[in-house]
């Protein structure tokens, strides 16, 4: 995201007063730990719309999921910490999620968050445009979507710590941490250091996800009471090619 508000500069003061580990030491022995370093960049994964294909009562005309991607760890600190100040100056004590938020809510999270360095990879379907008769039946649609997310990225993920809301994994398909690990670097090796199940409620990485797929599923879902692009285009810069990318899997090419 890119941009320097009023209010990012207030909580980037206040985050400049918390203490910084010293460096690393490399210079004495090293533990089996240290010699085999951990991941490379942190990927959180979230989604926006139902599974259903009930149109006329009330499914969404549209899937999204979104990847939030970190590839320095320090902007994952900043991003907590422009959260929790949204969430104070706005006495807000539950997670965000977007369908949640109030219009201003929605507005100062964009806000507070400008200045975090993350990178947005999405994908988008149609799903009135989706007839295979495997992707129809609830969790296939939105499993074949995260794979098809996390295995068309063009060099851009490597050797990712990918993050899931615990909750979703049976919306989504998952039976357990190894299958999307398994799945995913059969088809594109390196891609995928871990996987981790977390809860949305403590983990602003996912909740940052939720956001940016809310915001696009918005800017295209039908029959909504209130489309608006205005979040997307606020978001647009984190997406931008050619590291990141909202892929519409519908379209025609």
């Given at each position: 995201?890119?941009?320097?508000?009023?209010?990012?500069?207030?909580?980037?003061?206040?985050?400049?007063?918390?203490?910084?580990?010293?460096?690393?030491?490399?210079?004495?022995?090293?533990?089996?730990?240290?010699?085999?370093?951990?991941?490379?960049?942190?990927?959180?994964?979230?989604?926006?719309?139902?599974?259903?294909?009930?149109?006329?009562?009330?499914?969404?005309?549209?899937?999204?999921?979104?990847?939030?991607?970190?590839?320095?760890?320090?902007?994952?600190?900043?991003?907590?910490?422009?959260?929790?100040?949204?969430?104070?100056?706005?006495?807000?004590?539950?997670?965000?999620?977007?369908?949640?938020?109030?219009?201003?809510?929605?507005?100062?999270?964009?806000?507070?968050?400008?200045?975090?360095?993350?990178?947005?990879?999405?994908?988008?379907?149609?799903?009135?445009?989706?007839?295979?008769?495997?992707?129809?039946?609830?969790?296939?649609?939105?499993?074949?979507?995260?794979?098809?997310?996390?295995?068309?990225?063009?060099?851009?993920?490597?050797?990712?710590?990918?993050?899931?809301?615990?909750?979703?994994?049976?919306?989504?398909?998952?039976?357990?941490?190894?299958?999307?690990?398994?799945?995913?670097?059969?088809?594109?090796?390196?891609?995928?250091?871990?996987?981790?199940?977390?809860?949305?409620?403590?983990?602003?990485?996912?909740?940052?996800?939720?956001?940016?797929?809310?915001?696009?599923?918005?800017?295209?879902?039908?029959?909504?009471?209130t489309p608006s692009s205005k979040h997307r285009l606020r978001?647009?810069?984190?997406?931008?090619?050619?590291?990141?990318?909202?892929?519409?899997?519908?379209?025609?090419?």
């Open positions: 995201m890119s941009g320097w508000t009023e209010t990012q500069w207030e909580w980037e003061a206040m985050a400049e007063s918390r203490a910084i580990p010293p460096p690393l030491d490399w210079s004495g022995s090293h533990s089996e730990k240290d010699l085999n370093p951990g991941p490379a960049m942190h990927v959180f994964v979230d989604d926006s719309g139902c599974p259903g294909f009930k149109f006329a009562d009330g499914s969404s005309t549209h899937v999204v999921m979104a990847a939030a991607i970190f590839p320095d760890p320090l902007e994952i600190e900043r991003l907590a910490s422009a959260m929790d100040f949204c969430a104070s100056k706005n006495r807000l004590t539950k997670e965000f999620k977007y369908s949640g938020l109030k219009e201003r809510h929605r507005d100062c999270l964009f806000e507070c968050t400008s200045g975090v360095r993350l990178i947005l990879r999405a994908i988008t379907a149609d799903k009135r445009k989706v007839y295979s008769p495997l992707l129809r039946e609830g969790p296939p649609l939105k499993s074949h979507l995260l794979r098809q997310l996390l295995t068309h990225h063009f060099g851009n993920i490597s050797n990712a710590k990918v993050v899931v809301d615990g909750k979703d994994t049976r919306g989504l398909g998952i039976p357990d941490r190894d299958y999307i690990k398994r799945k995913v670097n059969k088809e594109t090796p390196g891609t995928i250091h871990s996987v981790k199940f977390a809860d949305s409620k403590q983990n602003r990485g996912i909740q940052i996800a939720d956001m940016l797929a809310g915001a696009i599923g918005r800017s295209i879902q039908e029959g909504t009471k978001i647009s810069g984190c997406a931008r090619g050619p590291l990141g990318d909202i892929w519409d899997f519908t379209a025609k090419s």
